[in-house]
């Protein structure tokens, strides 16, 4: 069994930044790619970033490109989102989430493993 621990949300306002953390107890940390996604009350989860589990391949949800890195230290077995230029709709519980491969989806349904989410909120 795999437990993803995330940390690093909290309240920021617009325009802010925060990073997130989210560390995983696995010895096959970097055979895996992993991913981020979000939930705003009321709304379904959304994909928001994911990295391959060499850390050599990216891909981000158009409405953060650009605001948002995604990294890892798969020394650390942790995987990192570095949120820049932050704003009132990026508010939600950020979950990470470990893929059923080392490449990354998009999808919920690509990722086998889930963080307990941790609550990021953005004020005007």
């Known amino acids: 069994q795999v437990q993803l621990v995330e940390n690093g949300g909290g309240l920021v306002q617009a325009g802010g930044s925060l990073r997130l953390s989210c560390a995983a107890s696995?010895?096959?940390?970097?055979?895996?790619?992993m991913g981020w996604f979000r939930q705003a009350p009321g709304k379904e989860r959304e994909f928001v970033a994911t990295?391959?589990?060499?850390?050599?391949?990216?891909v981000y949800a158009d409405s953060v490109k650009g605001r948002f890195i995604v990294s890892r230290d798969n020394a650390k077995n942790t995987v990192y989102l570095q949120m820049s230029s932050l704003k009132p709709e990026d508010t939600g519980v950020y979950y990470c989430?470990?893929?059923?491969?080392?490449?990354?989806?998009?999808?919920?349904?690509?990722?086998?493993?889930w963080g307990q989410g941790t609550q990021v909120t953005v004020s005007s």
């Open positions: 989430a470990r893929s059923r491969a080392g490449y990354g989806y998009t999808s919920t349904s690509g990722y086998n493993y």
């Open positions: 990295i391959s589990g060499s850390g050599g391949g990216t």
């Open positions: 696995e010895r096959t940390f970097s055979n895996y790619a």
